[in-house]
């Protein structure tokens, strides 16, 4: 059973798809780290990806039974809540499409 896991600020919950399949990872852009982990990046932004002031970071381990996911910074050190600014709207917007798009693919499921 994978953990659940909770964007900083967001409502919903997420845990790993029961379906999840390795081939599903690497259609959705998950690239396969040097301790066999299952990485995905994502820049969120409004008008140019090279100027995005938050991304998309999941991480799952290569056993398929630990998920983390966090919205962070630029550097991808710190933590960003994008849901309490409402200039971010159009991120929060881009951030659920994705997720939309994972659970879709049977990578994540919303609990």
Do not use: C
């Not at 909770?6 to 997420?14: A, K, L, M, S, Y």
């Not at 399949?21 to 299952?38: E, H, P, V």
């Amino acid at each position: 059973m994978a953990n659940i896991v909770q964007i900083n600020g967001d409502q919903r919950q997420f845990t790993l798809g029961q379906a999840l399949k390795l081939y599903s990872l690497i259609d959705a852009g998950f690239q396969k780290t040097n301790r066999g982990n299952y990485s995905y990046e994502h820049p969120l932004y409004n008008d140019s990806p090279y100027n995005a002031p938050t991304k998309l970071k999941i991480t799952i381990s290569g056993t398929f039974d630990h998920l983390t996911m966090v919205v962070t910074d630029r550097s991808g050190l710190q933590k960003v809540n994008i849901f309490k600014n409402p200039k971010l709207a159009d991120t929060v917007t881009l951030l659920n499409y994705i997720l939309t798009d994972l659970e879709k693919r049977q990578i994540l499921t919303e609990v």
